[in-house]
Each structure stands twice: as structure tokens, then as C-alpha cells.
């Protein structure tokens, strides 16, 4: 069964520094999405992705923030400047356009970001 | 705006017994709703989705959940619990727009004793 995988399973970083989470959605899959679960808290919506560009974004995803699909089969959050308050599980997910808004998300297994 | 509420963070029940996770939502569309389960270092999995098709919805591993929109609830029950669905399950809702959000419930952890 497909899957979504993400990379690295864990980053430890220094703060300040940039840091790059890489996810590999399901191949026939158009839309793509960040979420983010900082310890204890709820999952949260941070961006949602399609035709190349930004469809929706939270106000947790600031000019810090970006997102890209560098190549067919990748899709990448960047963090530039990491703070301590960036420390969470960040999770990849990815919906076929099945239309109707009826589509189920997958999630990838998620990045553990702890920024030191 | 969207939100979605689960009561009771930690849930423990014995194997065998009833399985009730309690969620409520709100909505100001008709919304969707999800209901997804994380093993421990796995993502999130589907578990059951309603989209107004039928109130009742069934989904994996004998779970299903009822859609009562008099109540704004959507509780997720299975009549008896294995060890193996011993997890953290989540509620969410989502407007229902092609590659929207989803609005995460806090999770709620379910704890199986033998």
C-alpha cells in the first residue's frame, strides 16, 4: 500500500540554525500539507500545498516558514532561523483529488524537531 | 470558524469492554468529520470519516462512530476492546473544501488493561 514517507525521522538543531524536513507524498497525490504537534499539544495546521503553490497557511507559518516541491516526488518545509519554540513533531500529509472535499489525508510518520 | 473538542485526554478500559472516545465539534458549514489513530513513533491513520452520507459510519478495526448533529457529537465506540487498540486517537474536522485543513482535537489516549 502506498505510503508517505518523511526524512529524518529525527533533527536535533541548534537554534538559529535552518533546518530542512523532507517528505515524499503518495505519487498520484495533488494536494499537499505541514502539520505540527508540539509535545502535549494538539496537532496543528501549518500549510496546505497545490499547483505549485501555497493554498492555505496558518499564522504559525511566518516568513520563517517555507515550502517547496523542488522536483516530482518531494516536498520540503524550511524553518531558516529555528527558535526553541520550533521544537515539535512535524508531520507530511497528502489527499488525491477526489473532489467534493470528501478526501482522506495520509500522514507520513513525522520528523521530531528539538531545537536546542 | 471550526473547532473540535475531545473530553477526557486519557481513557482506560478493560480488554473486552465497551470503547466510548467522546468528541464534539463546531461548525458553521455542515462539516466532515475524521476520526484518526496514532500508534506509538507511526503517524496518523484514518479510522473512520463521515461526509453526510450516513450518520453511522464504520470504519477499521471495528470501530464506528455516530453522527449527531442535535448534539454537535461524533463519539467514536467499539463494543470490545483489544490490547492492540491501545493508542492515541484523534477527532478532526475539516470544511469539507477540496485540499482543506484539518482542525485537530486535542487526542485522546486510550489505555488497554488485560
Known amino acids: 500500500e502506498p505510503e508517505v514517507t518523511q526524512t529524518p525521522s529525527h533533527q536535533v538543531t541548534q537554534m538559529g540554525q535552518e533546518v530542512i524536513l523532507r517528505c515524499v507524498p503518495i505519487s498520484n497525490h495533488l494536494y499537499f500539507y505541514w502539520y505540527r504537534q508540539i509535545l502535549g499539544q494538539k496537532v496543528e495546521f501549518l500549510v496546505s500545498f497545490y499547483n505549485n503553490e501555497i493554498s492555505e497557511k496558518s499564522e504559525i507559518f511566518d516568513d520563517q516558514f517555507s515550502v517547496e516541491r523542488p522536483d516530482g516526488s518531494n516536498f520540503t518545509l524550511k524553518i531558516r532561523s529555528t527558535k526553541l519554540e520550533d521544537s515539535a513533531m512535524y508531520f507530511c500529509?497528502?489527499?488525491?483529488?477526489?473532489?467534493?472535499?470528501?478526501?482522506?489525508?495520509?500522514f507520513g510518520p513525522g520528523t521530531r524537531l528539538l531545537v536546542l | 470558524a471550526q473547532s473540535v473538542t475531545q473530553l477526557g485526554s486519557h481513557v482506560s478500559v478493560s480488554e473486552g469492554a465497551l470503547v466510548l472516545l467522546r468528541c464534539n465539534y463546531s461548525?458553521?458549514?455542515?462539516?466532515?468529520l475524521f476520526w484518526y489513530v496514532q500508534y506509538p513513533n507511526q503517524g496518523l491513520q484514518l479510522l473512520l470519516k463521515?461526509?453526510?452520507?450516513?450518520?453511522l459510519v464504520k470504519g477499521i478495526n471495528g470501530f464506528e462512530a455516530e453522527f449527531k448533529k442535535s448534539e454537535t457529537s461524533f463519539h467514536l465506540t467499539k463494543p470490545s476492546a483489544h490490547m492492540s487498540d491501545a493508542a492515541e486517537y484523534f477527532c478532526?474536522?475539516?470544511?469539507?473544501?477540496?485540499?482543506?485543513?484539518?482542525?485537530f482535537g486535542q487526542g485522546t489516549e486510550l489505555s488497554v488493561k488485560p
Open positions: 500529509a497528502s489527499s488525491a483529488p477526489t473532489g467534493g472535499g470528501q478526501e482522506t489525508q495520509y
Open positions: 463521515y461526509t453526510s452520507a450516513a450518520t
Open positions: 478532526a474536522v475539516s470544511k469539507g473544501n477540496q485540499g482543506g485543513k484539518l482542525i
Open positions: 461548525s458553521s458549514v455542515p462539516p466532515y
